[in-house]
């Protein structure tokens, strides 16, 4: 019998292993049209807490669909699901998407640590609550949480709270120019200025431990206790407290609780950042030399702000923004 060389061979001698695809890996991906949208309100090892069109009445847990990878999802984010959305017990959903953030509020360990810690997404507001006693207020942690709000797209609102233990000092007079909301509470007051200042909006609320943020978003939202044991049943049953979590507001809207903060590190914004924040300010900064830090005086003599800032009467303003802009740089921070 003769031997078959390569010229007799065919495709049917072809042989295909069983159990192995032959068809290359296909780089298209479904468009999930059918993909319902929702916003996290919060995340839990692995597993991401969803409202339905905003809506907190329809909640629905979700994993991370593999074509996401490592994508970060945090509250606050907008997300298109799949599969059972449903919210029945023990069933999951799948976060195909994330939508283009609005706004971010982003922080670092430190001023040297490269790493961001985004820790809300499309928030509209960011209410800095501070005790005015008990603890003593700490301008230098307000003004390193204005610098976050204004380069992340949020409006800032002040929150003083401890009200019948101290009435607010000199201090309060620097923010003047910044035109800065300010809510006040004590001891037996309801929070209704607030309130008033968080319907129907996506707000997040920082303070440091002790300032009273625990209690008020309790008064804001009488069910929170129960939400809150709602939002431990993701996952193994708790929910932590290193991470947001966001409550439905009776009066509409969203406040996403953070959990108390020693420190916010600003390594992640730069000069340029803050000063495009207000408006005016960053077209005049393009005349400054280049690498102005814009503090002016011996740090930026040659800073374009201070000419500009006299020729339009906003001196006042400008002060203020340089407070800031210490306070990024770490110069002065209290």
Same mark, same amino acid.
């Given at each position: ?98 939508? @283009? ?22 928030? @509209? ?41 101290? @009435? ?74 290193? /991470? ?75 002060? /203020? ?14």
């Amino acid at each position: 019998m003769r031997k078959r060389g390569n010229r007799d061979l065919d495709e049917s001698d072809v042989r295909v292993r069983p159990g192995r695809g032959s068809r290359p890996r296909s780089k298209q991906r479904p468009k999930h049209s059918d993909a319902v949208r929702a916003m996290v309100v919060a995340v839990d090892r692995g597993r991401w807490t969803c409202a339905l069109s905003g809506d907190p009445a329809r909640i629905v847990v979700a994993m991370r669909a593999r074509e996401l990878g490592r994508t970060p999802v945090v509250v606050g984010d907008d997300v298109d699901l799949v599969g059972d959305t449903s919210g029945k017990p023990d069933t999951l959903a799948r976060m195909v998407r994330v939508h @283009e953030r609005s706004s971010v509020l982003r922080r670092t360990a430190d001023d040297t640590d490269p790493y961001e810690r985004v820790v809300v997404a499309n928030a @509209e507001q960011l209410v800095i609550v501070t005790a005015l006693a008990d603890p003593p207020p700490r301008t230098g942690f307000i003004d390193r949480c204005l610098v976050a709000a204004y380069a992340g797209g949020l409006r800032p609102v002040l929150c003083l709270t401890k009200s019948d233990l101290a @009435e607010p000092g000199g201090w309060l007079a620097g923010y003047r120019a910044l035109d800065l909301p300010i809510a006040m509470t004590g001891l037996g007051d309801a929070p209704d200025q607030l309130r008033e200042m968080l319907s129907s909006r996506v707000s997040a609320l920082v303070g440091h431990s002790g300032v009273g943020k625990s209690t008020l978003v309790n008064e804001l939202v009488p069910a929170a206790a129960r939400a809150t044991a709602e939002v431990s049943g993701v996952g193994k049953g708790r929910h932590t407290s290193t /991470s947001a979590v966001a409550l439905a507001l009776p009066e509409h809207g969203w406040v996403v609780d953070t959990p108390g903060i020693r420190s916010f590190g600003l390594a992640h914004v730069t000069a340029d950042d803050l000063v495009d924040a207000f408006e005016g300010f960053a077209e005049a900064a393009e005349e400054c030399p280049p690498n102005c830090g814009h503090l002016g005086g011996g740090d930026d003599p040659d800073c374009h702000l201070d000419s500009y800032a006299a020729e339009c009467g906003r001196t006042e303003q400008l002060g /203020s923004l340089r407070r800031l802009l210490r306070s990024r740089a770490g110069v002065d921070d209290a």
